[in-house]
């Protein structure tokens, strides 16, 4: 899909969820449902399948957010799998991060951990990186197996990788 | 005795008026004058003829001759021409020959020059070869052991990945970048 049409779409679920009053928790659950289908394709590629039908793909996301999630991510996740751009569901969903954050004169900060941060961890991190950047951030925790151990923090351009998976690569490289 | 001569003369019958076998002079100076005409027209009108058809046998028979040996010359002249070309041939064939085993020897020549500078090129081809698989053989051991001991590595400390290790990693992560500006 164009940039345009990303652009179109994650204006429209900013408004409508800056309508409702729920933006942060929106953009919360809307950016972890984009990082389950980035990271699961059967799911991919349910919500991406044109010969099932467009009903039985937003049942699909009804039963999976239902009472997970609040009825406006579940709303806005539906209208984008019923226009038929599941796809760029995740691209959508980050424009629409930025956006919010930029709403909030914030950052998207990225970590992706192995395992799940209590609420006092992301507490900390968010402010341990932002002293370290000194920008106010807008931290997104991803839960990513692949990562083995530690955290990876990605702000804008600066990365800040101290994963085990990065360190056996390191250790590879030696030999 | 007479008999014989009563038979040769006809004395014997008296009746007779001529001999028998002689014609009467009348009849011989008849004929003899008649054979005169004849033979006066056939050696005026026949003669010629004869003589005319004699010659054109002698011609044609000197033309057939004339021809045959024409013949035997012309004969002659192709069996010479055949035996010198035969002769031809023969030195054709045996310049042929010499220059086939001419060019046969230098291509031996050729041919033994080429395979030893193959057979060298081969040698050290297969020196190479041989030389690049000991150096492949090894880096490919040690890629392999390094895979090994890698993924033997890999195993063991996500292995020893317990929560209190990922706790511990987490927060090792948050105060070293706390720490830092």
């Known amino acids: 899909m164009s940039n345009a049409k990303i652009e179109s779409y994650s204006r429209a679920l900013f408004e409508i969820a800056k309508a409702e ?17 980035e990271s699961n394709e059967q799911l991919r590629g349910i919500l991406t399948d044109s010969t099932i ?21 579940v709303q806005l996740v539906s209208l984008i799998v019923g226009a038929g ?31 799940a941060l209590s609420e006092d961890q992301t507490k900390r991190l968010a402010e341990a990186l932002g002293k370290s950047t000194g920008r106010k951030l807008n931290l997104k925790v991803v839960v990513d197996p692949s990562v083995l151990g530690g955290l990876v923090a990605t702000v804008g351009d600066e990365v800040i990788d101290d994963t085990v998976r990065t360190r056996l690569e390191q250790l590879k490289t030696r030999f | 005795m007479n008999l014989m001569s ?75 021409g055949i035996r010198r070309a035969l002769g031809d041939i023969d030195a054709e064939r045996r310049r042929i020959l010499a220059e086939a085993e001419t060019q046969a020897a230098a291509i031996l020549v050729d041919g ?25 053989s090894g880096e490919e051991l040690r890629g392999e052991i390094v895979r090994l001991s890698s993924a033997a590595m890999a195993a063991s400390i996500v292995a020893s990945l317990n929560d209190r290790a990922h706790q511990d990693l987490i927060e090792g992560f948050i105060n070293s970048v706390g720490a830092t500006k």
């Open chain 1, 85 to 115: 751009r599941a796809r760029d569901l995740p691209a959508i969903v980050d424009r629409l991060v930025q956006r919010a954050s930029s709403e909030q004169q914030r950052e998207v900060a990225e970590v992706r951990s192995a395992v």
């Open chain 2, 112 to 136: 033994r020059a080429r395979l030893v500078k193959e057979v060298a090129e081969l040698e050290a081809k297969a020196e190479a070869d041989l030389a690049a698989a000991r150096g492949r």
């Open chain 2, 6 to 80: 009563g038979v040769l003369f006809g004395a014997g019958d008296p009746s007779q008026t001529h001999h028998w076998l002689l014609p009467e002079t009348a009849e011989i100076i008849y004929g003899g004058i008649a054979s005169l005409i004849i033979f006066s027209a056939l050696y005026k009108f026949a003669w010629p003829m004869i003589v005319k058809s004699m010659q054109a046998r002698t011609a044609k028979i000197q033309k057939e001759l004339d021809g045959a040996a024409a013949a035997r010359t012309k004969s002659e002249a192709d069996a010479t």
């Open chain 1, 21 to 37: 009053g729920n933006l942060s928790v929106v953009e919360d659950e809307l950016f972890r449902m984009a990082r389950a289908i």
């Open chain 1, 53 to 73: 039908p467009v009903d039985r793909r937003q049942q699909v996301v009804e039963k999976l957010l239902g009472g997970k999630a609040s009825n406006t991510s």
